[in-house]
């Protein structure tokens, strides 16, 4: 789902989310994945200063609620205040009967204001079977990095979700940075992006789902989009370059990468 | 430069990279990259059965003389055999006096010719200063690997040549991965690529220069060429994402990577 937020409008996102997860459904998917922070829209300095925390388990339960009336698996990013106080932003994967499978709480904070707002978190990714694929999340500047992905793909990860936002100008990420990490893992990644203007920042759109030969499986224009792919079966054909196999991680640490 | 390489005919290659040399010294160029193995030819098993070694010190010698005969730095790339009589595949750069400046050993060998002829070495990329830019050296599949890129540009590379032998069919490499090496390190990458069929092998071609932003400074064809690109100056304005300064290595050590 790539699609626009209203900031703070939590009402109208959900109504936004829903109707996705209701068309997605329908059109014979399992899983939506929509943008980062996307109930509460994309506004650090704004969110941190306005939303009530006390409000994040009501709107967990209604987005559950969406998965479940929609019997489509569904991932999600909300802000999350740690039992310290610390506020982070997160990426939730429930399934379609609306049980939370995984949750990731964001690595690499983007930009002076999402530091300002929030503090990063030092957990690497995991994985979960999600109807027998192995299934991985990141946060939008996190798959920038290469030693994320690849901590996803050496934990076994074969489809990797990822909620971001991610601003115009940066048409770089989706169509050479994510094909990349497809390709240098041998997995597929979805990465879905806001479309049109929050809170002043004007967001690329463009969002992408690449295979694990780096090709392009969809890529969505500027605006609002629902993206569709069906992912490799398990009688797909093994990897041309097996990066997994290949790769020297006693060399890499004898480096000290 | 990308070319065909006459295999086991070191003469015939040692003349074509004199001429590429030339030609490239009088266009203003005060460095040529030139293909894995190119004096010698791509030829894994040929090499390894026909090659006497001790060929080796005098081809090395007529290299360092066409540095120096045409006044300009050079990249080439040989096997060498080590003290444990090891057979490695090696980059060397000279300056344009002919003096070595950097040597490097292939750590990720591909497929099954090359491993059978060839041992993987394990020291991480060396950087050295040529001509005030911060210079590495990485051979073919090593740059598929984001951890080797990682590694010299950690060491503070800024360039960052890369003699390959890719064949046809692997597009993806170049225009993809090349790129993301480029930009997620924030330094230039040259690869430089054979063209046409030795010992069977249809080669690419294709090969590339990829801008720190992730953009191509040059593109080559199929066919035998002389690609160039001018270095950012010191003048040139920062990376507008500093990925180097925003990764988290010890949080990445503590995932296991």
Tied chains: 1, 2.
């Excluded at 929509?34 to 009501?58: H, I, K, M, Q």
């Excluded at 740690?82 to 499978?101: F, H, K, R, S």
């Excluded at 690849?150 to 934990?155: F, G, H, K």
């Excluded at 390709?183 to 992408?208: M, P, W």
Aim: glycine letters at 8%.
């Amino acid at each position: 789902m790539q699609a626009n937020a209203a900031v703070l409008d939590v009402d109208a996102n959900c109504a936004a989310l829903d109707a996705a997860a209701g068309r997605a459904a329908a059109a014979g998917a399992r899983l939506l994945l929509t943008p980062e922070l996307f109930p509460v829209g994309y506004a650090p300095l704004r969110l941190r200063a306005e939303l009530d925390p006390a409000a994040l388990p009501s709107l967990r339960q209604a987005l559950a609620d969406v998965a479940r009336r929609n019997r489509i698996a569904l991932v999600y990013s909300l802000p999350a205040v740690t039992p310290a106080g610390e506020w982070q932003i997160t990426a939730t994967l429930l399934d379609q009967n609306g049980d939370e499978l995984l949750s990731y709480a964001k690595v690499h904070l983007f930009g002076p204001e999402e530091r300002q707002a929030f503090v990063p978190a030092a957990a690497g990714p995991g994985v979960v079977d999600f109807q027998g694929v192995r299934t991985s999340l990141l946060i939008c500047y996190d798959v920038e990095f290469p030693e994320t992905v690849r901590a996803a793909a050496v934990r076994g990860a074969e489809l990797l979700l990822v909620p971001t936002a991610l601003a115009e100008g940066f048409d770089a990420v989706p169509q050479v940075l994510i094909r990349a990490r497809a390709l240098e893992n041998n997995l597929t990644v979805a990465y879905a992006n806001h479309s049109g203007t929050e809170e002043g920042c004007d967001f690329l759109g463009g969002s992408v789902i690449a295979a694990p030969d780096g090709g392009l499986m969809a890529a969505a224009g500027a605006g609002g989009e629902l993206l569709y792919a069906e992912l490799p079966g398990p009688g797909a054909a093994a990897p041309e370059v097996s990066y997994l196999a290949d790769r020297r991680p006693d060399v890499y640490r004898s480096w000290g990468n």
